[in-house]
């Protein structure tokens, strides 16, 4: 079976590509033991192939909440009931102007970014309690900053990441379990248009940026008491400036046109 025999472990939802996948890689090559779950059946069997005993793969459709812990207690008995990291990473993007888009994809950017989120966490809380210096760090992203139209609904739950981390980073504390989040920008992974991607400027906090390092933000979260973990980091100036002038990015966005007029879906 495998298992972790001793090592530390990170918990990776999303974990088939892009950033879920980078991290993935990243922690094992580090020494860490890797639970890697995801939709992608094909994707996990490529993980396994590449990692080997450095990783423990789940198909898990992470909005199914029976399954999820079902997933979490296969893991806890590979690890000791320990969990290091909880990395929760899955999500898709779907989107079109807010008025016109199908309910049924408005609930779904709902329900996989963030009642999965909450979810994991809830079910994941026992064993990041059991670990000594544990953190729950969750995708966030940069239209957490400022709504990005036509991704109304997927800036909406990233908004509610954010503040859900914050509020964490404070109530864990008294468990010993710290919070943080990454609010990437234009991060080359499948949730990102081809459109959006072929347009990304090659400089600037709007670049397109490797989803390798949104994997070394996870790594330097770990080791760091910093909350939120900018990719770039030229995005944090982006979001002081939201705080003091919203208008000014209102009215950019509207001189532009909206940045999005589709997205496309990720494991």
């Not at 234009?186 to 600037?204: F, H, R, S, V, W």
Request: glycine share 10%; proline share 5%.
């Amino acid at each position: 079976m495998t298992a972790a025999n001793g090592r530390k472990s990170i918990f990776i939802t999303g974990a088939a590509s892009g950033m879920g996948l980078e991290t993935a890689r990243l922690f094992a090559g580090e020494g860490w033991f890797v639970g890697a779950v995801d939709v992608n059946t094909a994707g996990l069997g490529a993980l396994k192939a590449e990692l080997g005993d450095k990783v423990l793969t789940q198909v898990l459709d992470v909005t199914d909440r029976t399954a999820y812990a079902a997933a979490l207690d296969a893991f806890a008995k590979a690890t000791d009931g320990k969990l290091d990291l909880l990395f929760n990473n899955a999500g898709i993007g779907r989107g079109g102007p807010f008025i016109d888009q199908p309910w049924q994809d408005v609930m779904d950017v709902v329900n996989i970014n963030f009642v999965a989120v909450l979810s994991g966490i809830h079910l994941a809380a026992p064993l990041l309690k059991a670990t000594p210096g544990s953190l729950c760090f969750t995708t966030s992203s940069s239209s957490a900053i400022f709504g990005i139209p036509n991704i109304a609904v997927y800036s909406a739950t990233k908004h509610a990441v954010k503040g859900l981390t914050e509020a964490l980073s404070v109530e864990l504390r008294a468990h010993g379990v710290r919070a943080a989040d990454t609010l990437p920008g234009m991060i080359d992974t499948p949730i990102l248009p081809d459109e959006a991607k072929a347009n990304a400027p090659t400089e600037g906090m709007w670049r397109l940026t490797p989803p390798r390092e949104v994997a070394q933000a996870v790594w330097d979260a770990y080791h760091s008491n910093k909350i939120h973990w900018y990719v770039p980091i030229e995005l944090e100036a982006y979001d002081a400036m939201q705080t003091s002038n919203p208008e000014a990015i209102r009215d950019q966005m509207l001189s532009m046109g909206g940045l999005f007029s589709e997205g496309s879906e990720t494991p």
